[in-house]
């Protein structure tokens, strides 16, 4: 009886242990006991949104291309502010070219300027100009910017050579007050005339040249002091037929070089005169003391 006992205590013994063990493993097996702690996962930012495409049409009616819109906007970029330039001036009142000659020719052509091309800016090409940029919509400045210049050129065809230097008698200007009355050699630079006036008319009427700008025919009210039908310069040596003392050294006077090379030369002060008839005709009329004004 005591074996039994004893015999079957120790199966309920092993039968304990082997309950024991079987529930060790399962535990591990499912990550408790001994295993790793199983450790409280820690709070991470959100992934960055990725940018979901947008269908944009294209303009020749394909399939639209797909863009992204981006998440964020960066700041615009302000544009700095600035005025407007003002007109570049490429000719006004003083200047002296061969491209004012051909601004005088086209306006000739357009009948904006009534008179032989002289090279000269001065008061009369102004109103010239002005009256040019009124009919083109164009401010009324009276002098020549870039869009002025490109409205004329577009409005006029290239002046002939004939029409840059014509062989006739330059156009005369408005007379000065100066001249309306007695006898007086009315003598303008503007227009590059000589008018012989009388009492206010004009008897007759000749091309004129000036001196350089180093050495300038002065400007003013004189008279004839003394005449000479032929004359040499003491200075220069050079011809001076019909020559009318005005002004010290300076005359009027006929030059084969104003004859041959018009507007191209100059005098040393003098006015010269390119037609020996003419200033031949006008040398008899003269007398001493007759008035010359010398004007703009």
Aim: charged share 20%; proline share 7%; net charge positive.
């Amino acid at each position: 009886m005591k074996r039994s006992s004893s015999v079957i205590r120790r199966a309920v013994l092993a039968a304990a242990s082997v309950a024991l063990a079987t529930a060790c493993t399962a535990q591990a097996a499912g990550g408790g006991g001994s295993a790793s702690p199983t450790k409280t996962p820690a709070t991470t930012a959100p992934a960055p949104t990725t940018p979901v495409p947008t269908a944009t049409p294209s303009d020749d009616g394909k399939a639209p291309s797909a863009s992204t819109t981006p998440t964020s906007e960066a700041s615009p970029t302000e544009a700095p502010t600035t005025e407007a330039p003002s007109p570049e001036v490429m000719m006004r009142d003083g200047d002296e070219s061969e491209q004012v000659r051909e601004l005088q020719a086209r306006l000739r052509q357009l009948d904006h300027f009534d008179r032989a091309p002289t090279g000269f800016y001065g008061t009369m090409t102004a109103r010239s100009v002005k009256a040019f940029q009124k009919t083109q919509g164009l401010p009324e400045r009276g002098w020549v910017d870039a869009a002025t210049w490109r409205k004329l050129l577009g409005a006029s065809r290239k002046p002939t050579a004939d029409e840059l230097k014509p062989s006739t008698t330059n156009q005369l200007d408005t007379p000065d007050a100066r001249c309306m009355t007695g006898r007086v050699l009315c003598i303008s630079k503007e227009s590059r005339t000589l008018a012989w006036m009388i009492d206010g008319k004009v008897v007759s009427a000749m091309d004129v040249r000036f001196g350089s700008e180093n050495t300038p025919t002065r400007e003013g009210t004189f008279s004839v002091g003394w005449k000479a039908r032929e004359w040499t310069s003491t200075i220069y040596h050079t011809p001076m037929p019909y020559a009318m003392f005005f002004s010290g050294g300076q005359a009027v006077h006929y030059s084969s070089d104003f004859a041959a090379r018009g507007y191209n030369g100059a005098s040393h002060g003098c006015v010269n005169v390119r037609d020996r008839a003419k200033l031949a005709t006008l040398f008899d009329q003269v007398k001493v003391g007759d008035k010359v004004v010398v004007h703009w």
